[in-house]
């Protein structure tokens, strides 16, 4: 018997003999692991898991909040299109551009010029009371700094926030309308 005869023989009796007061089985040992010039076995690994799905954002309908108009804005200024922002978060999406612009021109240079609007932000019920109050407080400004920048005077716009009192959501599409900023024609 050669000398790497003599060493895996060695190497397989101190492995079952350490295997008998070990309960756990002994690694696998793969034939293409052995060479003549390593005679050591090398255990053969499992792959690894495949990484977790990536977690859902919110981000698509009809899981993102909205910009809701009073009755009165929309008669006065025609059928809008919807606005939307992201889940947890205040920043306006890029479809709700069009939304906007066409509320903006409706309070700066259309029928409700010279008029107010009342902001007021909104929230799903999951989380603390003070974050929610918070990011309904943080949409509705967001709203505001938007119609500002496109021509609506500040001194006509009020933000607040309900957080989430008023909501009434218990799955996704449900939060999804809790998520939204209500604009109201202000008296």
């Known amino acids: 018997m050669d000398r790497t005869h003599v060493i895996v023989l060695a190497a397989a ?16 040992i793969a034939a293409s692991s052995l060479t003549a010039t390593d005679a050591t076995p090398r255990p053969v690994l499992a792959p690894p898991p495949p990484p977790p799905a990536p977690r859902r954002m919110d ?13 009165r804005i929309v008669r006065a200024c025609g059928d809008l299109p919807a606005a939307h922002f992201a889940f947890d978060s205040s920043r306006i999406e890029m479809e709700a551009a069009a939304a906007l612009d066409a ?15 009342r902001l007021i932000g909104h929230t799903d019920s999951r989380g603390e009371v003070e974050y929610n109050l ?18 609506v005077e500040k001194a006509h716009m009020a933000t607040s926030s309900r957080g989430e009192f008023d909501a009434t959501g218990t799955d996704e ?13 202000a008296e």
């Open 13 to 28: 009796a101190a492995l079952a003999a350490g295997c008998a007061s070990d309960p756990r089985p002994p690694p696998m």
């Open 134 to 151: 918070g990011l309904g407080q943080r949409r509705s400004g967001s709203v505001a700094a938007y119609l500002g920048a496109h021509g």
């Open 103 to 117: 509320l903006a021109r409706c309070f700066s240079t259309g029928p409700l010029r010279g008029r107010s609007m």
């Open 173 to 185: 599409e449900g939060w999804a309308r809790d998520r939204k900023v209500d604009v109201l024609l």
């Open 59 to 71: 981000t698509s309908s009809p899981t993102s909040g909205s910009v809701h108009l009073d009755e």
